[in-house]
């Protein structure tokens, strides 16, 4: 509850990387139906002369399935619409304490089911963030309600039911074992397909994925097996390491951020208007 309550006076990450979209305005507010209730979407528009059938990424922000503020990722839904050129859905789904899985999963899904309706989608996230766009594709696939164009996992949390790595980093055994009681409290639900995508017993027929991990973010073994995986399956992946940081892998790495950012877009972009 304090994560939520300090979130907009305490997070900081992407200040420095405010490098296109500042000039965008707003975003509105949007409003979707799903299976538990309704949700909030944020959307950034790259013109006035964009409407509902433009495409459009759906993002999901991180904060470990515990922090409520998709604001937190302001510059990139900035970046993105502005460099892309397509919509962006930023997508305030609901978070522990408040709701356990798979809330925030089936939510999230059924926003991106609801734009894709009407318009090309990508589905992408940082961190916990990119964990819910990989459960998403799935559920996509399984369902049969809509297939994204492309699946953007940044930093990717996959395997909830496994350990991470006892070497310090910003994602710490601590935080995991938060992360478990909080918002996966039921140990059985952990190596489910879409709390954890890399155990999923299938991968093929999902869509392409960009996989960005970082050296020595403890997370990144979940990367790594999971574009190894999507490759297995047939699946088109492009990856990239950034060496040498942690988890906040474009904020430690500024300069090389920019590059990064800007082949994210360009595949976004690719991806979306071909």
């Not at 589905?123 to 953007?152: K, T, Y």
Request: charged share 25%; proline share 8%; glycine share 8%.
């Amino acid at each position: 509850m304090l994560l939520h309550a300090s979130a907009r006076f305490t997070v900081r990450y992407g200040e420095d990387l405010r490098f296109a979209g500042q000039e965008l305005p707003r975003p509105t507010r949007r409003r979707f139906e799903t299976r538990h209730g309704r949700v909030t979407a944020w959307e950034y528009r790259p013109g006035p002369e964009h409407d509902d059938t433009t495409p459009a990424l759906v993002h999901f922000h991180g904060g470990a399935w515990l922090m409520r503020y998709p604001q937190m990722d302001d510059w990139w839904c900035r970046y993105v619409a502005a460099t892309a050129g397509v919509r962006v859905l930023n997508v305030d789904f609901r978070t522990g304490p408040y709701v356990t899985y798979p809330v925030a999963q089936h939510q999230c899904h059924d926003v991106a089911a609801a734009v894709a309706a009407s318009a090309p989608v990508a589905v992408g996230g940082f961190s916990s963030g990119g964990g819910l766009a990989a459960s998403v594709a799935l559920q996509a696939r399984d369902a049969g309600s809509f297939r994204p164009r492309l699946q953007v996992l940044a930093i990717p949390a996959l395997d909830l039911a496994g350990e991470v790595p006892v070497r310090g980093g910003m994602i710490s055994p601590q935080l995991r074992g938060l992360v478990r009681r909080v918002y996966f409290p039921d140990p059985a639900t952990r190596t489910e397909p879409y709390a954890s995508p890399v155990l999923a017993p299938d991968l093929t027929g999902l869509p392409p994925a960009l996989v960005l991990v970082a050296e020595r973010d403890t997370l990144r073994p979940d990367g790594d097996r999971y574009a190894a995986r999507l490759r297995e399956a047939g699946v088109e992946v492009w990856y990239d390491l950034t060496p040498g940081v942690d988890h906040y892998f474009l904020t430690e790495d500024p300069v090389r951020a920019r590059t990064t950012m800007a082949e994210m877009a360009r595949r976004i972009r690719a991806a979306l208007h071909d």
